[in-house]
């Protein structure tokens, strides 16, 4: 099925009501939508010279004409390659000339700097500009037809985001984003024609992928009219629209918090906010609990999974009498519908509940593999399982708790350490904002333990910090040296780039 099956289904029951607000304001019913999908698939296909599973790039940031390209793209036959709009111009260049993108989607006023970008390519990809009149003309042709579509059939190349080295497109296909978007429905929550799709985080990444949910039922998104996360204009959002949902990363989920907090704001059309993407610390989905109520779900995915590994739901975050509700979450929660988790150890041995190995993911969601690249394919996918990469554990319940990234683990005196265990009790300090723990060669251990802190207010002396963690784990898990910090470096979403924190060690 080609995912925009869900665009004229939507089209047909209900062409009049409204499918993108920008803001509060609407901006194209599914009718119209439609209408304007299919004249620009034409040109795409047509006057542009497009051939099926061409790769069409999205180098925009958050926008309603962002909806129409990607929509357009799937219309036509095509391969989205969404890239983030922050990234620097050597990161787009790359993203392009790897996936060998015919033509790139540029943000109003961004075009010229693509342009930049692309010189040199060989071919290089046809930038256009979607502020243009150019690009209006094309939406306003002669409607196509939707180009069939299997479900073996590449529809969405994703690049990971690079923190650790050259981005890779994992290969997503109308198979796996359709049975994606039904695992939310049975897994996560359910969706009303009337509801909306608020798109604060970046449409490049999770929110974008959670278009589905929305268009398949037939109810509207929301692009704020900044264009991306800004925390007063989303609280803002949240009394003018209804029934919404969103995708947000941990870091947006404590800034919207502190915002409410500041001006008392309930977000009373707030029905559900998913976060995902990165680690969400105890201390601070409590928080944000306290201040929105029972409103929270947490995903755990990846690229090569995307959104759909693992799910704790908004009953789980609700049953604070269950003896273990604090362990619970602090974990992602149970296997997505239709999913398999293991936990395995490096030989490939299944592990026991309660021992820490490596996340394997098995499912109708997980990548076709990794573009142009079998070598790390064959790395990733064996046997039929994605080795994600991610050291965790499950519960005799299914509840699986991540620890950290396999390369993030610190191995001290012979003993493991998982950096999140120290973070986790170091932000529960009150002088502690944000932390990070990081590993650093030692001649005696092999690694010690170093803490990076950002203070809340007046810092803490090195002696209390180390009385904290001393009250709460091992000795032999507390840090070392604390480096205090203004600021913990991130990517585009807001994941902390340890890789950037150990350079700091040098």
């Known amino acids: 099925m080609n995912l925009v099956h869900w665009l004229t289904q939507a089209a047909r029951d209900r062409p009049g009501a409204p499918a993108i607000f920008r803001g509060e304001a609407p901006w194209a019913s599914h009718g119209e939508l439609a209408r304007r999908v299919a004249g620009l698939a034409r040109a795409l296909r047509g006057p542009l010279g497009l051939a099926a599973g061409d790769r069409v790039a999205l180098v925009m940031g958050n926008s309603p004409e962002y909806l129409e390209a990607l929509y357009a793209a799937w219309w036509g036959g095509l391969v989205a390659v969404p890239v983030n709009a922050k990234l620097h111009a050597k990161e787009v260049r790359f993203i392009l000339r790897d996936a060998g993108a015919r033509l790139?989607?540029?943000s109003a006023g961004r075009g010229s700097a693509l342009d930049e970008a692309v010189a040199g390519l060989e071919p290089a990809p046809r930038v256009i500009e979607v502020a243009s009149v150019e690009y209006a003309r094309l939406c306003l042709g002669e409607a196509a037809a939707p180009a069939p579509a299997s479900d073996a059939d590449l529809a969405w190349?994703?690049?990971?985001?690079g923190t650790t080295g050259r981005p890779k497109g994992a290969m997503l296909t109308?198979?796996?984003?359709?049975?994606?978007t039904r695992s939310y429905f049975a897994s996560v929550d359910d969706v009303?024609?009337?509801g909306r799709l608020l798109h604060a985080a970046p449409l490049s990444h999770g929110s974008g992928l959670y278009t589905f949910t929305h268009l398949a039922k037939g109810a509207a998104q929301v692009v704020p009219e900044s264009g991306g996360f800004d925390a007063d204009e989303v609280l803002a959002l949240l009394e003018r629209h209804r029934r919404v949902s969103m995708f947000a990363a941990p870091t947006m989920v404590k800034r919207l918090t502190q915002a409410a907090l500041r001006s008392g704001r309930s977000a009373p059309g707030l029905q559900t906010l998913v976060y995902g993407g990165g680690p969400m610390y105890l201390a601070d989905i409590r928080q944000a609990m306290q201040v929105f109520g029972n409103r929270f779900a947490q995903i755990y995915g990846q690229g090569e999974s995307p959104m759909t590994i693992a799910a704790l739901s908004k009953a789980h975050h609700a049953d604070t009498l269950h003896p273990r509700h604090a362990e619970r979450l602090a974990s992602v929660g149970v296997a997505h519908e239709g999913i398999e988790i293991a936990i395995r150890a490096d030989e490939g041995r299944d592990l026991r509940a309660g021992e820490i190995g490596e996340v394997c993911v098995r499912g109708g969601t997980v990548m076709a593999g990794y573009w142009n690249d079998p070598a790390a394919t064959a790395r990733a996918?064996?046997?039929g399982w994605l080795w994600t990469g991610d050291l965790g554990s499950l519960d005799a319940d299914g509840f699986l708790t991540l620890k950290d990234r396999s390369k993030d683990l610190i191995i001290s005196g012979g003993s493991n350490i998982y950096p999140r265990e120290v973070e986790e009790v170091l932000l529960e300090h009150p002088a502690v904002a944000e932390a990070s723990v990081v590993?650093?060669?030692?001649p005696e251990w092999g690694e010690?333990?170093?803490?990076?802190v950002v203070a809340r207010g007046a810092q803490p002396s090195v002696e209390e910090l180390d009385r904290w963690c001393l009250e709460h784990i091992a000795r032999f898990?507390?840090?070392?040296?604390?480096?205090?910090?203004?600021?913990?470096?991130?990517n585009n979403y807001g994941k902390v780039l340890k890789t950037e924190l150990r350079k700091l060690l040098d």
Not at 484 to 489: A, D, K, W, Y
């Open 104 to 106: 790139a989607f540029a």
């Open 157 to 161: 190349l994703f690049y990971t985001s």
């Open 174 to 180: 109308h198979g796996n984003l359709a049975r994606m």
């Open 192 to 194: 009303a024609p009337d």
């Open 381 to 383: 996918l064996r046997d």
């Open 439 to 442: 590993g650093r060669p030692d």
């Open 448 to 452: 010690s333990v170093v803490a990076f």
């Open 477 to 490: 898990k507390r840090p070392k040296e604390y480096r205090f910090v203004e600021g913990l470096p991130k």
